[in-house]
């Protein structure tokens, strides 16, 4: 059964601008878990309990451990069929953008280029003083527990944006231009429960753009959507390239 009908595909096929919108869901057939669906929570705590500023404060050794927990699940995970579809997509054409919420390291691992990872990287720590930022398995902090900058010997935090942080400002403008350039936007695995990445969204649609959502479930997006899909991500996104490029394999 064909999934797009022809004038999306025609849009797709003519489009000098493509953004790809992820979140948790499109990891999760690598086995690692989103936030609200099933093995979301760790010793009974949810996520909002512990990616916070103030939980780090107040207990920066549990927060390390829930991070490390995390960072060895996404070290063993292996990109699925829908992270290595957008891959293959930006490797045919330098047009097609991906903006991430997803910190797990799984998109850069498929081949993806010019990626921007909005609420950081789970392989990342950065110095809570002098704000020097290290990679936690190549600079030799791949152990559990407190860690600490080689160069002020201050705590270093995980390079996450938490709940109730900023965003990097230059990510930001960089994400909000290439959504309002974009002629078609692709939500993927996300609950658009983060107001920036469903604004960005909105953004592009409101500039002409087409959504195309997949997602088991309905999200708050779904109504602006030109098309929602309620499968799974690394089914569904390979079976859209049979239909955009039918002469080439995804091999
Ligand atoms: P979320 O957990 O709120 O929502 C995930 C969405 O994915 C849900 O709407 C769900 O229906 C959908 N989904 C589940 N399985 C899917 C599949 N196989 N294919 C397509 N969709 C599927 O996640 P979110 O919206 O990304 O936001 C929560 C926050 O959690 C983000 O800030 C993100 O940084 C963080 N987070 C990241 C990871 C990761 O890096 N892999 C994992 C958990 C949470
Ligand atoms: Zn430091």
Redo the contacts with the bound molecule.
Sequence with gaps: MELLPKDSLETIRNADKIVFLT???????SG??????EG?LWKNFR?EDLATPSAFQKDPNLVWEWYDWRREI?QKAKPNP?HLTIAKWQKKMKSVSLIT????G?HPRAGSHSLIEL?GN?FRARCTKCSEKFHLVNDGFDHSGLKYCKHCESLLRPDIVWFGEEYDQTLLTKSWELCKQSQVVFV???????SV?ANLAHTAIRNGAIGIE????E?NLTPSMKHHFD????EVLPQIWKEVFPNESLE
Excluded: Y
Aim: hydrophobic share 30%.
């Design positions: 979140g948790a869901g499109i990891s999760n057939e690692i878990p989103t936030f609200r669906g979301g996520a996404c829908g919420q997803n910190v797990d799984l609420h789970i993927v695995g996300t609950s658009a429960n983060v990445p997949i997602n088991p479930d999200t499968g799974k991500s690394g």
